[in-house]
């Protein structure tokens, strides 16, 4: 079992920046994928970014492309996600997300990962 604690969220105005932390306990290996989604209201979640297994590349949504940075610290089993540049339509709960047998095809597929979050609030206001 993997546990997965988000923590970072709030309230910030149109251009500011954030940095959400995820916290991984349990069985949690390198090999893992992890990522970050989101979900606004009365919008169905959406992929954010992603770390693909221990590869080490990183990949993002196009809306996010160019302002967030996601990183992962293998030896503190911490996922970061540096958002600048924050926009209104990013207000959404953040949620973290892990899996150990990803498939780099589904890597934007919350539905193929199988720990999750329990989520953090992230509100831009205009």
């Known amino acids: 079992q993997v546990q997965l604690v988000e923590s970072g969220g709030g309230l910030v105005q149109d251009g500011g920046s954030l940095a959400l932390s995820c916290a991984a306990s349990?069985?949690?290996?390198?090999?893992?994928?992890m990522a970050w989604f989101r979900q606004a209201p009365g919008k169905e979640r959406e992929f954010v970014a992603a770390?693909?297994?221990?590869?080490?590349?990183?990949y993002y949504a196009d809306s996010v492309k160019g302002r967030f940075t996601i990183s992962r610290d293998n030896a503190k089993n911490t996922l970061s996600l540096q958002m600048n540049s924050l926009k209104p339509e990013d207000t959404a709960v953040y949620y973290c997300?892990?899996?150990?047998?990803?498939?780099?095809?589904?890597?934007?597929?919350?539905?193929?990962?199988?720990?999750w979050g329990q989520g953090t609030q992230v509100t831009v206001s205009s």
């Open positions: 997300a892990a899996d150990s047998s990803l498939i780099l095809s589904s890597l934007y597929q919350g539905n193929q990962y199988d720990y």
């Open positions: 349990g069985s949690i290996t390198r090999s893992y994928t």
């Open positions: 770390t693909f297994r221990s590869y080490g590349r990183t």
